[in-house]
């Protein structure tokens, strides 16, 4: 009895399967004997980026910054195998660079005495110390070179008021990058350093960080042969952007230790936007069936 | 349904004055009204009486489509197999000479009959925020926004984020008080709640891949309403303690909404709550002073600044729309 009842579950399972299957088959064979049989989901499609160089001015602002923001002037350099795949290069240098209100108002407010020495710029020694800007000890954004590989899984035309009508679409990138910056000296760790209260060690030294990188971004073509673009990216790497001393001794090493060295490094995500006027070559697009 | 036949009539040059009709049938059938088909390849033209009196040259033939009278033998024509076709019959019943006379609308919409309608909808949106300007303290949380959809491009609605419990003292202020010996007053939020209008005055749709097609909008906010606030006791924390503030705030947004179906999108905004906020204030009044002096340390009033500050609290919200209903009809066919 109870084997005939296997069978009979066991047959009535592979009917259903059976019957199943075949229903699905046949509504695919109706949907794909229709008049758009093999159609793509576009035609005519103005494919701007494959087999195309781009060749791409950039102009970079970073976003909150605590202590100074940087304009960075470079170019990008992609060559796009698919219409979604691009590998390419971008370059940066920090032109411009300005301190923020924050760093103007530690400058202006806080005092130069013996709990400040070493982590607020100054004249002097104790306890006759005077002002020095704070400003020059502050780090800065110098350069940045990023290998990186472009992926573009989207695109259209936007219409704004029905009246204006642009092919746009949307990428994203990744890959690394090497960041040249300036950030204040060691100091204090021996080894022919000075003592961080010392006027002096509020120099800046240059350094490089590797760090990942990544950007989302809209490029809009109004015309065959250049486009505009504006961009997020982000570096995230840690470095000591207010010159302090915060990290090195005592518990799990979160309190001041008198040396400002990579432990007093601190996380962050350096973000920026860049817009950017690109150029193609060749200068015509290939058109999709 | 008639653009093969329109096609086809413009391919051939004709003689001035006379109009495309249906071409003759690939087996010339007798029919004293019709001129006789011409060379092979050659389409039957009706002569303008035959145009006046809106009968096609030949009521018995093929429409329009159909291989010419010893024309392409290797051609298959809809009409040949099916001359009940409704492209067939249809075009027995049209006059070409008139049709050509009605006044075309010539304006052709980049996006012909968009993927949702709005009017009439009503929208359920919960979303998260993100702060995204202030590096002192975040501000993030979860919010609701109900819009109504008075057309197809304007809403009204009401939005409300709540923040209590959620905002973040960064360590970047502490490591500025212990460095340089500064504090930078701080601020959390309660909640804030705003009336807004919507306009959505750009749409279209995308490829995915080249391979899958999806619909989007995009949409421009702004309203009023409040917001709540509360200073954090940095400057002079042994002795003050504040209370919330209720403060009017205007708000703009910017907001991008992709659809999955013609209900459910999601959304991602940018918002800027725009505010006078009350500060706690830098200077700590006299210690020594008795509670009840106008200058005393203890007294509430000399716990703020006495002038308010522009703050702009710019959010990034990233969520969920629901239209309801869930279905609607078009006006128009597509």
Redesign the interface.
């Known amino acids: 009895m109870k084997r005939r009842f296997v069978s009979t579950v066991l047959a009535a399972v592979v009917a259903a399967g059976v019957a199943s299957t075949s229903r699905a088959a046949s509504a695919q064979e109706l949907q794909v004997t229709g008049p758009l049989k093999g159609a793509?989901?576009?035609r005519g499609?103005r494919l701007h980026r494959e087999g195309r160089f781009e060749l791409a001015p950039t102009m970079s602002f970073t976003l909150?910054d605590?202590y100074r923001r940087t304009i960075l002037f470079g170019a990008r350099l992609n060559y796009n195998i698919t219409?979604?795949i691009a590998v390419g290069v971008w370059g940066a240098f920090g032109a411009i660079s300005t301190s923020t209100y924050?760093t103007d108002?530690?400058d202006s407010?806080?005092?130069r005495d013996a709990?400040?020495a070493t982590?607020?710029n100054h004249t002097g020694t104790y306890p006759n110390f005077g002002k020095a800007p704070?400003a020059d000890q502050v780090a800065k954004m110098q350069y940045v070179a990023a290998a990186q590989a472009t992926f573009t899984?989207?695109?259209?035309?936007?219409?704004?008021?029905?009246k204006i009508?642009v092919d746009?679409d949307?990428y994203a990138s990744a890959g690394g990058a090497l960041v040249g910056i300036q950030e204040r000296a060691d100091c204090g760790g021996g080894a022919g350093q000075p003592s961080c209260a010392d006027p002096n060690s509020f120099q800046l030294a240059s350094k490089t960080k590797v760090a990942p990188t990544f950007a989302l971004g809209f490029t809009f073509f109004p015309g065959d042969w250049w486009s505009l673009g504006i961009e997020y990216r982000a570096l995230p790497f840690s470095w000591n952007r207010?010159g302090?001393?915060?990290r090195g001794a005592g518990t799990n090493g979160n309190f001041?230790d008198q040396k400002i060295d990579s432990q007093d490094d601190?996380f962050d995500f350096n973000q920026m936007v860049t817009i950017s006027v690109g150029f193609f070559f060749p200068t015509k697009p290939r058109i999709?069936e | 349904m008639l653009l093969p036949q329109a096609a086809h009539a413009q391919k051939k040059k004709k003689p001035k004055g006379q109009t495309t009709a249906a071409p003759a049938p690939a087996p010339a059938s007798a029919d004293a009204d019709a001129p006789a088909p011409g060379a092979a390849g050659a389409p039957a033209s009706a002569d303008a009486d035959a145009d006046a009196t809106g009968k096609p040259a030949d009521a018995s033939a093929p429409a329009a489509g159909a291989a010419p009278a010893g024309g392409d033998q290797g051609g298959m024509d809809i009409c040949q197999i099916t001359p009940d076709a409704p492209q067939c019959t249809a075009a027995k019943e049209i006059n070409f000479g008139e049709e050509a006379k009605k006044k075309v609308h010539a304006e052709v919409y980049a996006v012909q009959q968009q993927y949702v309608m709005k009017a009439h909808r009503f929208e359920i949106q919960p979303y998260w925020a993100f702060t995204l300007n202030d590096q002192f303290v975040s501000h993030p949380g979860p919010g609701m926004a109900l819009n109504y959809y008075i057309t197809q491009v304007m809403a009204v609605g009401v939005n409300g984020t709540w923040y209590g419990g959620l905002n973040g003292d960064s360590d970047f202020n502490f490591q500025n008080r212990r460095a340089a010996r500064i504090a930078v007053p701080l601020n959390q939020y309660q909640f804030s709640g705003d009336v807004n209008f919507t306009y959505v005055p750009m749409y279209g749709k995308f490829a995915g891949f080249g391979d899958f097609i999806f619909n989007w909008d995009s949409f421009l906010e702004g309203g009023v309403g409040v917001i709540r606030t509360e200073p954090i006791a940095v400057i002079d924390p042994d002795n003050r303690k504040f209370d919330w503030n209720t403060l009017v705030n205007f708000d703009i947004g910017l907001g991008f909404r992709i659809f999955f179906t013609r209900w459910l999108a999601a959304t991602l905004e940018v918002r800027d709550i725009m505010f006078f906020d009350k500060l706690e204030n830098l200077q700590i009044g006299d210690t020594s002073a008795p509670a009840s002096s106008p200058t005393s340390a203890y007294n509430p009033a000399t716990w703020t600044d006495p002038n308010s500050h522009l703050t702009n609290d710019v959010q990034l919200q990233v969520g969920l729309s629901m239209f309801l209903p869930t279905s609607f009809e078009y006006r128009l066919p597509k």
Do not use: C, E, H, Y
């Not at chain 1, 899984?153 to 029905?162: E, Q, S, W």
């Open positions: 793509p989901a576009v499609l909150l605590q219409d979604w924050m108002q530690i407010v806080a005092p709990l400040t982590n607020v704070f899984p989207f695109r259209g035309k936007l219409a704004i008021f029905n009508f746009t949307f207010g302090f001393d915060s001041p601190t999709s």
